[in-house]
């Protein structure tokens, strides 16, 4: 316990002197921003001059280049992303402007949701025409595969103690199989794989995007109902159904591969519904592995993004089945309990 105390502590020192070289202020300090789900963390500077944001990536840990190839990458397609000031790349900090405190997710409402995702919309609609590089990762059936094992070992599994008898286990293997294929099937383009109100800063011209390290080659209706479907906040489904068709009609329009409007709709239902149980296991595995509880809270959102889509699609009636039989009486009883 101790040597990891004198780790972050010595960490911690690293990085203030870092930063006040960085910044060309001795006095300047350092307070925490925001926190993500991984290692990475980020500081907003306060001294003689405009604040900035450290990005700390321990080495070792996670590794800053990726990060900096992907923001360079959507930068030449004109998306908008934090500007670099400053680098240390075998010591993991970055110096970035400071792109303020609220996200999008805190300053998105009722009132002015249209047209911030018609904003959202312009600058997704540049990422999806930026030609995937050669060499990146794919979002394909290893993904798809792991993404499937996230929500019955650690949700169902670990976090519901929900054993499948032969039976439930073959009807979710097949609902998972339809959705595989259904993401398999879609024209393939830049995905993000998370963009969301959350990795959208509101600034002009904007939205700034964040969090794009882990972009793939992958379906092209993934980030859309990612934006409309989001992991920290709902929207009625007759206004979701209106944003995924007004994106379709820019998408096409920008020459984007979309299908038909039928088809992307139900393309993003499918694909919205495997991203909503992969978040659950990810939710589950964030509280019983990493000790990070503040995701599970909003379990009940994603569990009614399900009770929404699955009546739409007999294909998924089996997963409907299962919700209905075992996993929200297990809810019920954990919550019970609690």
Same mark, same amino acid.
């Given at each position: 316990?101790?040597?990891?105390?004198?780790? /972050?502590? &010595?960490?911690?020192? #690293?990085?203030?002197?870092? @930063?006040?070289?960085?910044?060309?202020?001795?006095?300047?300090?350092?307070?925490?921003?925001?926190?993500?789900?991984?290692?990475?963390?980020?500081?907003?500077?306060?001294?003689?001059?405009?604040?900035?944001?450290? %990005?700390?990536? $321990?080495?070792? +840990?996670?590794?800053?280049?990726?990060? +900096?190839?992907?923001?360079?990458? +959507?930068?030449?397609?004109?998306?908008?992303?934090?500007?670099?000031?400053?680098?240390?790349?075998?010591?993991?900090?970055?110096?970035?402007?400071?792109?303020?405190?609220?996200?999008?997710?805190?300053?998105?409402?009722?009132?002015?949701?249209? /047209?911030?995702?018609?904003?959202?919309?312009?600058?997704?609609?540049?990422? #999806?025409?930026?030609?995937?590089?050669?060499?990146?990762?794919?979002?394909?059936?290893?993904?798809?595969?792991?993404?499937?094992?996230?929500? *019955?070992?650690?949700?169902?599994?670990?976090?519901?103690?929900?054993?499948?008898?032969?039976?439930?286990?073959?009807?979710? #293997?097949?609902?998972?199989?339809?959705?595989?294929?259904? =993401?398999?099937? #879609?024209?393939?383009?830049?995905?993000?794989?998370?963009?969301?109100?959350?990795?959208? %800063?509101?600034?002009?011209?904007?939205?700034?995007?964040?969090?794009?390290?882990?972009?793939?080659? &992958?379906?092209?209706?993934?980030? =859309?109902?990612?934006?409309?479907?989001? =992991?920290?906040?709902?929207?009625?489904?007759?206004?979701?159904?209106?944003?995924?068709?007004?994106?379709?009609?820019?998408?096409?329009?920008?020459?984007?591969?979309?299908? @038909?409007?039928?088809?992307?709709?139900?393309? /993003?239902?499918? %694909?919205?519904?495997?991203?909503?149980?992969?978040?659950?296991?990810?939710?589950?595995?964030?509280?019983?592995?990493?000790?990070?509880?503040?995701?599970?809270?909003?379990? $009940?959102?994603?569990?009614?993004?399900?009770?929404?889509?699955?009546?739409?699609?007999?294909?998924? *009636?089996?997963?409907?089945?299962?919700?209905?039989?075992?996993?929200?009486? =297990?809810?019920? /009883?954990?919550?019970? @309990?609690?």
């Amino acid at each position: 316990m101790a040597s990891d105390e004198q780790a /972050a502590s &010595g960490r911690e020192a #690293q990085r203030l002197h870092w @930063a006040r070289g960085a910044l060309g202020d001795p006095h300047a300090t350092l307070e925490r921003a925001s926190v993500d789900a991984g290692f990475r963390s980020y500081w907003r500077s306060q001294g003689s001059g405009p604040s900035r944001i450290v %990005m700390d990536s $321990p080495p070792g +840990l996670e590794d800053v280049r990726p990060w +900096l190839a992907m923001r360079d990458l +959507l930068e030449s397609g004109g998306v908008r992303v934090p500007q670099v000031l400053a680098r240390d790349v075998e010591l993991g900090f970055l110096l970035l402007e400071d792109l303020g405190g609220p996200t999008l997710a805190q300053v998105i409402d009722a009132r002015n949701a249209d /047209a911030w995702f018609d904003a959202a919309v312009g600058q997704l609609l540049r990422l #999806q025409a930026i030609a995937p590089p050669e060499g990146m990762g794919e979002f394909g059936e290893a993904l798809l595969q792991r993404d499937a094992g996230l929500f *019955e070992e650690w949700f169902l599994g670990r976090h519901l103690g929900i054993g499948l008898d032969c039976g439930e286990a073959e009807s979710l #293997q097949l609902v998972q199989r339809r959705l595989m294929d259904n =993401a398999l099937g #879609q024209a393939r383009v830049l995905v993000h794989r998370d963009f969301m109100p959350r990795n959208l %800063m509101p600034v002009e011209p904007g939205p700034a995007v964040l969090d794009f390290q882990d972009c793939v080659r &992958g379906p092209v209706a993934y980030d =859309a109902v990612s934006l409309f479907k989001d =992991a920290f906040l709902s929207w009625p489904l007759e206004r979701v159904d209106g944003w995924l068709a007004r994106y379709h009609a820019r998408a096409a329009a920008a020459g984007l591969p979309v299908p @038909a409007l039928a088809t992307f709709l139900r393309d /993003a239902d499918w %694909m919205g519904v495997q991203r909503h149980l992969k978040i659950l296991g990810i939710f589950a595995r964030l509280h019983y592995r990493d000790g990070k509880s503040r995701y599970l809270p909003d379990v $009940p959102r994603f569990i009614a993004y399900l009770d929404e889509v699955l009546p739409r699609y007999p294909q998924l *009636e089996p997963l409907r089945r299962l919700l209905d039989a075992r996993i929200r009486p =297990a809810l019920d /009883a954990k919550k019970a @309990a609690a």
